[in-house]
């Protein structure tokens, strides 16, 4: 984690960055110590984002807070690395959609949808909702199978939220650590390593 | 071009139709995603919405577009064509994919081979020698190898191939197909002052080290160096000016800061704005000489159009599922490729042949890479991004790029009813393939299955059955586009001589890929390099001698 720090603040120096991003930075490094465990670290991400440093630009704070916990629905903490919100997948959307009403719309429609629907199916809102409630929701739009009938804006919502979330997260600094990518660097030569050249040869139809 | 006629003491006035580059503040070579704030998703996410303001990925140094505000062109109706412009010192150099080929001895006589297109007027042992040169001057990896397709020339030595690449390799060997090591324009030792390659594969974002090769680091830059040359940027051509005696005495050009016209006499003109812009030029200069354009008495000029017949295949390779992370950076660009290996097959229902290229490895994670993994996946939670880290670094392409014989249904030409915001007559394009490039990208289609198939992949695409939106590329799209301004010893069939010099103007030269009289399925920049440093040669030489 120590070269996500260092790249956050980096990144500050630019000079394009707001007093939130540097909080964000801040934040990273203090995970980067390693000292937080995984779900405090996750916690104080989600306080960070829903409820303290980022103000939505395109979606009103319910909206946001519903994306925020659809974003690590999808994108989730796991043994690995930290999920979509604390990537800072959901502030990035709503960056995008401050400037576009077609995909605002699509993401208050597709929201306003699934507070509709969970209200039916369990009396509250979709962020209100518990969550084996949520998730069960989720099982059913995550899938085209189900993209006819009653659920068919849902499904076509959901394929929206997973690419964008996917997206943010994986072009983020802890999306790129969680891929293993350890390029972007410059060596003096380049070279493969050779176990990486064994296990793909011994899993390959040529053999070793 | 500029290179070579400065160090041969010429001075040389250099009208460019965009800014000056700087490449240390344009160059975004080392950038993340995240360090812009859409990351590459266009504003308000418009590369979701299907348009995208980077054609070629962010921080790409192409610097241009399939459009440019103000400046359009137009297609005939039912033909398709897209054009990519970089208007900025280095133009398309900065960014291009530094595939280096030689042309092979047969590429310089199609027609003698085949019957089909026309023969050069120069052969390959005209050109050798110059082939060394640019490589020996700009820096190019490859092998020696004696494969006829694919002649050796002065090479740097090709860094190794990469996991994906080898099992390529491997799937090659059993096939009976050439794989061998890249020939690139990147330079893996010190090469007249440049450093070596770092390796970062962002070859595309242009290169803060000059490691790789764009006509603005590499020859401009130095030329200017010796101040022999007088650089006009922001200069948009719009017309040579000759006298009664036909010799081209200046150059019109607009300057678009002040959009006011200027003109600069010279003694020689060397047009190279990119083949079919350097057409529009030369069939804008009308006179009373010259009714048709100049220089087109030949009614040549615009004709002739290719452009590489372009297809692409990919598949997941299930061996590489949860590789052993490593840098798998490398040069910008694949370091391995296929040569065409049927030249002797004459069987194959098509003419020509085409070159397959290797893409792979664990690139710099962006947005956009795994909407395909997405769909096909469904699902979410910790289950997908189990998934999504397991299938990163797992998709391997190839893509083809063939040979495209001119037919006559493929030219440009001056649009009469359609002026650029600076009034200049704008270009029409009409573009068909014909047969021989669908059967051609078919062909692909089945080597590349094969290939995929052999290291373990799934292949579920169907082949192309017919040339609209099947799979073939769009003429223009491969970025090829050349031959509009051929050479050849008849001027009743050409518009310039063998050394690129205009049948009828004696000090009017073309120095890029328009004088290219075939499109063979090798990158043309190399080429151009070789052929420019010819005629360089040739002018200086000429002037020398008081004949120009």
Redesign the interface.
Known sequence: MSDEGG?GFS?CS?D?FSRREMLRAAALAVLASGTLPLADAQEVHRIAEIEGLYRPKALTPHEYRTLAALAD????A?E?SLGAVAAGAPA?ID???S??P??TDIYTGGIAWLDITMRRRAGSDFVSAKPDQQ?AL?DLI???KNGTGELAPGVRF???A???V???F????L??K????????????????Q???D???R????GK | MTQVLTELGIQVTLLEAGPMLNPSKDFKEHWWPYQTPDRGMGPGGSRYFGKSPYPFGLYDAGFGDWQLEGEPYTVAPGDKFVWYRSRIVGGRTNHYGRISLRFADYDFAPYTRDGVGTDWPITYDELAPYYDKTESFIGVTGSKEGIRSAPDGVFQPCPPPRVHEMLVQRACKQLNIPCIPSRLAVITQPTHGRPACHYCAQCNRGCVSASNYSSSQVQIFPAMKTGRVTLIANAMARELITDSSGKVVAVSYIDKITRTEKQIKCRAAVVACGACESSRLLLNSKSSRFPDGLANGSGQIGRNLTDSVGYSLSARIPALEGLPRHNSDGMGGMHVYVPWWLWEKKDLGFPRGYHIEVGGGFGMPGPGQFHGLCARHEGYGKELKTYLRSQYGTSVGLAGRGEHVPNPKTYCEIDPEVVDKFGIPVLRFHFQWTDNELKQARHMHETFTAILETMGGVITRPAPKSVEGDGISIGGEIIHELGTVRMGNDPRTSALNKYCQAHEVKNLFVADAAPFVSNPDKNPTLTINALAWRTAEYLAEEMRKGNV
């Open positions: 790249t990144l630019r394009a629905l999808i994108v989730p796991d690995v990035w960056l995008l959609a400037q576009s077609e995909l998730t989720l995550a899938y085209r959901f394929e929206w997973r690419k964008m996917v997206d943010g994986y072009s983020s600094p999306g790129t969680d891929l293993g990518y350890m390029g972007n660097t410059a060596v003096s030569k380049f070279e493969v390593p176990e990486a050249i296990y793909a040869l899993r390959s139809p040529f």
